[in-house]
């Protein structure tokens, strides 16, 4: 037992995420000290020429300043096994099926829940189909 280790700690130390570092504290004060942001520019550009009815250029200067203020959305791709096509199934067909065929297909869909398999043969946990990756 003298020999058995804890686990790590989970990473406590360090600055959190997203904090602002000293210098980066300081030249951000420099800057409000020193006048209007650029980014403060671009908005008050936007407001001032929408007010002006000016929405051509009101949109463009809108548009530059977007991206300091809304992150872009991250894109995310759905695939199928080994990065191939997602599988479809034609489910309307079950209605042809014979009650022997769909209690065993019922058995089958029991067995598969149970071990956690899906028909990619990869479990959700480690990145199976449908199981919305982002890249």
């Known amino acids: 037992m003298a020999d058995a280790k804890a686990p790590p ?3 406590k130390g360090g600055r959190p995420k997203g904090s602002v570092n000293r210098s980066s504290r300081e030249m951000l004060e420099l800057a409000r000290k020193s006048g209007p942001t650029p980014l ?9 020429r929408f007010k002006d009815g000016q929405f051509d250029s009101a949109l463009d200067a809108a548009g530059k300043a977007a991206p300091y203020l809304h992150p872009k959305l991250a894109t995310t791709q759905v695939t199928g096994v080994g990065g191939g096509p997602l599988s479809f199934y034609d489910l309307s067909k ?6 022997d065929e769909l209690a065993n297909l019922a058995r089958l869909a029991e067995k598969l829940a149970a071990t956690g ?18 890249s």
């Open 117 to 134: 398999s899906n028909p990619g043969g990869d479990s959700e946990e480690e990145g199976g189909e449908g199981s919305g990756e982002s």
């Open 94 to 99: 079950m209605k042809d099926m014979s009650d």
């Open 40 to 48: 403060e520019i671009m908005l008050g550009v936007a407001r001032a």
């Open 9 to 11: 700690p989970k990473n």
